[in-house]
């Protein structure tokens, strides 16, 4: 191959090249993100040991009730991607050391915690920790931003992230075992950090109380705090139904006033009388639901009928459940119960008793006649 000789003391060429123009955003980068922003998670059945820890009771409620779904950005998700790669890698450098971990990836161990709560251990050393050989320990592995890792290295995870020390200390509840190795990364200089953790009996049984407490109770629990500016409410995903709207927009079973959790781990059907209902089923309901009176900002009437609620929307008496002309079902509500409520919206259903309130538009814009 030929190369390019210049003389000493020559600068190095410069080349004009014509850059490929380029639209305001970055449509590549746009369209991954877009398409993991459009993946659906599935609500996890149980109440997680890793949200037992969180800071609000009625967070915890809602998202045992599938009434609030966290939505996360493309690069959000994406970031979550990175965390779970990570997992095998810590695994593999784990083991590299000499640890003999067990139950990791694909095998992990299923932790039930009673009732409805339980979860799963990203995996159990039986020996080769340094400095505690022979002990065996849960291993939980978590990925940081550089700012959180910083703070991780100033105090302790207890003090720094105590939903992770939560979740291990019902982890070695669940499993019996006495110490915790906690291992975290930091995703911007891939430092490591780990700390053991020692079994706390009372905090677990503390825990489990609340877990007990919180996915059996029948009414919403009161919120953290009723001020919608205040940091931990102002970034939570419940936000806008605690200090704005507060109706659920999803239905399924867990939103339905019919459903019950009961204490064995199951949930309870009234409408159709079954002490059962299979998890697949949950996640859709079915046409006979009823929005639960907690999950909607009207106030509630007695209905006279014990498949159907009756909530007065602007003063109004608008029926919900299995829907027909005169009732209304729970998406219409979701959609619109303003609408539902209006004497439109009513003399339509009479005399189509089909239709149904599907989208509410701004109608104060009404296009011009035409002669």
Avoid at 150 to 172: A, F, G, I, R
Avoid at 217 to 229: F, G, L, M, V
Avoid at 268 to 279: M, N, S, T
């Amino acid at each position: 191959m030929g190369k390019i000789e210049r003389e000493a003391g020559a600068k190095a060429p410069v080349f004009d090249m014509a850059k490929i123009s380029q639209q305001p955003t970055d449509r590549v980068a746009e369209a991954i993100d877009a398409y993991h922003e459009a993946k659906s998670d599935v609500a996890r059945p149980h109440l997680g040991a890793s949200i037992l820890g969180h800071h609000c009771d009625r967070w915890i409620w809602l998202s045992f009730r599938w009434a609030v779904r966290e939505k996360f950005p493309g690069r959000i998700r994406r970031l979550f991607r990175r965390g779970h790669k990570e997992e095998n890698v810590i695994t593999d450098d784990l083991r590299a050391i000499g640890l003999d971990l067990r139950h990791t990836g694909y095998d992990q161990q299923v932790v039930e915690l009673g009732g409805h709560m339980g979860g799963s251990v990203d995996g159990i050393i039986e020996s080769g920790v340094p400095g505690a050989e022979t002990a065996r320990h849960i291993v939980e592995y978590k990925t940081h931003a550089l700012k959180s890792f910083e703070d991780l290295l100033k105090t302790c995870v207890l003090d720094s992230k105590p939903m992770h020390w939560c979740q291990m200390q019902l982890y070695m509840h669940g499993l019996g075992i006495e110490r915790a190795l906690y291992v975290a990364v930091c995703k911007n200089d891939d430092r490591i950090y780990t700390e053991r953790v020692r079994y706390d009996p009372a905090s677990a049984e503390k825990l489990l109380d609340r877990g007990r407490r919180i996915s059996t109770a029948e009414r919403i629990p009161d919120p953290i705090s009723t001020n919608p500016s205040w940091w931990k409410c102002k970034f939570c995903a419940a936000h806008s139904f605690c200090h704005e709207r507060r109706l659920t927009q999803e239905v399924n079973c867990r939103t339905c006033a019919h459903s019950t959790p009961t204490d064995d781990g199951k949930w309870g059907c009234a409408r159709w009388k079954v002490d059962h209902v299979e998890v697949e089923h949950q996640r859709t309901g079915c046409h006979a639901h009823v929005l639960h009176p907690d999950m909607v900002p009207w106030p509630i009437k007695d209905s006279g009928d014990s498949n159907e609620a009756v909530y007065e929307i602007d003063g109004v008496d608008v029926r919900n459940g299995e829907a027909d002309a005169f009732t209304f079902a729970s998406q219409e509500l979701i959609a619109g119960g303003e609408a539902c409520a209006s004497q439109e919206v009513g003399e339509v259903r009479r005399v189509f008793p089909g239709a149904k309130v599907k989208e509410v538009r701004d109608a104060t814009r009404l296009p011009a006649e035409s002669n």
